[in-house]
C-alpha cells in the first residue's frame, strides 16, 4: 500500500514566544489534499497547552503543502499546519489563527521576515568572531562575497525547499547586521499569509539542523549595541487601500492605529522594546507616527502607493521577528475594519 509522510505542526503554548512542534502521522493512499487529513492529537501538558489530568489537545490541519526535501529520501511527505483545539473542539487560547477576522480573503498581507543564523559554540551569528565584533554595520546589507555574507548556503537551499513547496516567497535579501538575514511571503489572505511564514519558519529551522546552525528569532539578540534587531514589517492592503485614490483615505486609517498602540504592541512580538528605541529605522515603542517612505515611523506609506495615487497598501514597521503573524494580521484587521471610510 503506498505509504505518505504527514508533518503536523502547531503552536505549543510557551509564553511569551510560541514555538513551533511537530510530529509525523503516516497515511495510506493519500490523496495530498487538506480535506483527507484527519484531525489528530498530542499530549498538551507537554507544551504547556493542557494539565497532565486531561492532557489531549486537537490537531485540525488548516494548510497543507508537499515537503520537497523529505520526498527526497523516497516516500511522498507533506506538511500540514495546524490549530490547536481543546478537547471540545473549541480554539484553543493559544490558537492565535482561529482570531482572524478576514472571512473574504480582502487582506492582503506581505510579511518581511528577519532573523539571525547563530552560531551555537560562540552563540554569536555567523560572522562574528568568538571575541568582540567584526567591523561594524555598513556591508552586510544586501553584500555579496566571503567578508560579508554568511550561511549563503543555508538560505539559498532553504529559499529552493519554500519554492518548491510552493510558498509564496517574493524575495530574500542579506539584512544590515552581520549574519542577518530576510525573507519575503505574500498572500491574498490573512490565515494563509500567517501558514506560510509559520511552514517556512519551519522550513528553516530545519535547514538550522542540517548545518548545525541556530536560528535566532529574538528581535534584538545583540542587544544594546549598534547592531540592528530583526523585525517583521507586515503589510498589507485590503480593497479600500487599494482603490483609495485620495490621501485622505490613507490619513484616516493610519490614525485609527494611534490610539490603540497598546494593543497592536501587545501582539508584535516579546521584548520590543528593546528594538523600537527610536534609532536603526524605528520609531520609540511609546510613540506613533506615519508618513510616506518614512522608515522612522511606525506605520511607513510606501511611495509606489503615492505614485499610483494613493492606491495601494500601508507597512506596519513594528512587529518584531518573533511575532506570531497570525495575531499580527488579526490586530491590524480589527483595527481596519473599525475605520469608517
Ligand atoms: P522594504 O524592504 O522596502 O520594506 P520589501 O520589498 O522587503 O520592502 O517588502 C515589501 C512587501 O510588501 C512584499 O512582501 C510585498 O509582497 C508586500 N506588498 C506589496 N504590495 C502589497 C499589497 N497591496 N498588500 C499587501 N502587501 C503588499
Ligand atoms: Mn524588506
Ligand atoms: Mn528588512
Ligand atoms: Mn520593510
Redesign the pocket.
Known amino acids: 500500500m503506498a505509504k505518505a509522510k504527514l508533518e503536523y505542526i502547531w503552536l505549543d503554548g510557551y509564553k511569551p514566544t510560541q514555538s513551533l512542534r511537530s510530529k509525523t502521522k503516516i497515511e495510506n493512499n493519500f490523496s495530498g489534499k487538506l480535506e483527507d487529513c484527519d484531525t489528530w492529537s498530542f499530549d498538551g501538558s507537554s507544551t504547556e497547552q493542557a494539565l497532565g489530568g486531561s492532557s489531549d489537545c486537537l490537531l485540525k490541519p488548516v494548510f497543507i503543502c508537499p515537503d520537497p526535501e523529505r520526498s527526497k529520501l523516497g516516500t511522498p511527505a507533506y506538511l500540514v499546519m495546524c490549530e490547536v483545539l481543546n478537547a471540545d473542539g473549541t480554539a484553543h487560547e493559544s490558537n492565535g489563527r482561529a482570531t482572524i477576522e478576514d472571512d473574504d480573503d480582502d487582506f492582503?498581507?506581505?510579511f518581511?521576515q528577519e532573523y539571525f543564523l547563530w552560531n551555537l559554540e560562540i552563540n554569536k551569528p555567523l560572522g562574528f568572531p568568538a571575541n568582540g565584533y567584526p567591523a561594524p554595520q555598513g556591508p552586510y546589507y544586501c553584500s555579496v562575497g566571503a567578508k560579508n555574507a554568511y550561511g549563503r548556503d543555508i538560505i539559498e537551499e532553504h529559499l529552493e525547499y519554500c519554492l518548491q513547496a510552493g510558498l509564496n516567497v517574493?524575495?530574500i535579501n542579506a539584512e544590515v547586521a552581520a549574519g542577518q538575514w530576510e525573507f519575503?511571503i505574500?498572500s491574498k489572505g490573512a490565515k494563509d499569509a500567517g501558514d506560510q511564514i509559520w511552514v517556512a519558519r519551519y522550513l528553516l529551522e530545519r535547514m538550522g539542523e542540517k548545518y548545525g546552525v541556530g536560528i535566532n528569532w529574538h528581535c534584538k539578540p545583540l542587544g544594546d549595541t549598534d547592531w540592528n534587531g530583526s523585525g517583521m514589517?507586515a503589510?498589507?492592503?485590503n480593497t479600500i487601500l487599494?482603490t483609495a485614490g485620495k490621501k485622505e483615505t490613507f490619513d484616516k486609517i493610519c490614525l485609527a492605529f494611534a490610539p490603540v498602540v497598546a494593543e497592536h504592541i501587545a501582539v508584535y512580538g516579546a521584548d520590543n522594546h528593546l528594538r523600537l528605541t527610536g534609532k536603526h529605522e524605528t520609531q520609540s515603542i511609546d510613540q506613533f507616527s506615519y508618513g510616506v517612505s518614512d522608515r522612522g515611523a511606525s506605520i511607513r506609506i510606501p511611495i509606489v502607493a503615492v505614485k499610483k495615487g494613493w492606491n495601494?497598501?500601508l507597512?506596519d514597521r513594528r512587529p518584531n521577528s518573533a511575532a506570531d503573524p497570525y495575531k499580527v494580521a488579526a490586530r491590524i484587521i480589527k483595527t481596519v475594519k473599525g475605520v469608517e471610510i
Open positions: 492582503w498581507f506581505g518581511e517574493e524575495g519575503q505574500f514589517h503589510n498589507f492592503s487599494r495601494g497598501y507597512e
